[in-house]
């Protein structure tokens, strides 16, 4: 039904930047909420950032300052761009987007994760 398709993982130095891009496509009738979940070797999978339909923008302490979210509803995107990285925040990044394929009919879709490394 719905597919979200990451791009813009990788590796990069300490300090330097990347910049993540989701977009959903299929049977859409409206996207609520989108965001970017990490998970981290032996860690539970965390909240990073996410953007509701209204505008409001949502980070994790560890992240705020550094990243960015963004959203083109028109394309049904977001985007996370990622600055002054660290080591720690190496991990597999997922999009995450909450989809009414119907009036009433919601899900959780996941994206297949994107891996971002970050070497000191």
């Known amino acids: 039904q719905v597919q979200l398709v990451e791009s813009g993982g990788g590796l990069v130095q300490a300090g330097g930047s990347l910049r993540l891009s989701c977009a959903a496509s299929g049977t859409i009738f409206r996207i609520t909420d989108m965001g970017w979940y990490r998970q981290a070797p032996g860690k539970q999978r965390e909240l990073v950032a996410t953007f509701t339909a209204g505008g409001s923008a949502n980070y994790a302490d560890s992240v705020k300052g550094r990243f960015t979210i963004s959203r083109d509803n028109a394309k049904n995107t977001v985007y996370l761009q990622m600055n002054s990285l660290k080591p720690e925040d190496t991990a597999i990044y997922y999009c995450?987007?909450?989809?009414?394929?119907?009036?009433?009919?919601?899900?959780?879709?996941w994206g297949q994760g994107t891996q971002v490394t970050v070497s000191s």
């Open positions: 995450n987007a909450e989809v009414f394929t119907l009036k009433t009919w919601s899900y959780n879709y």
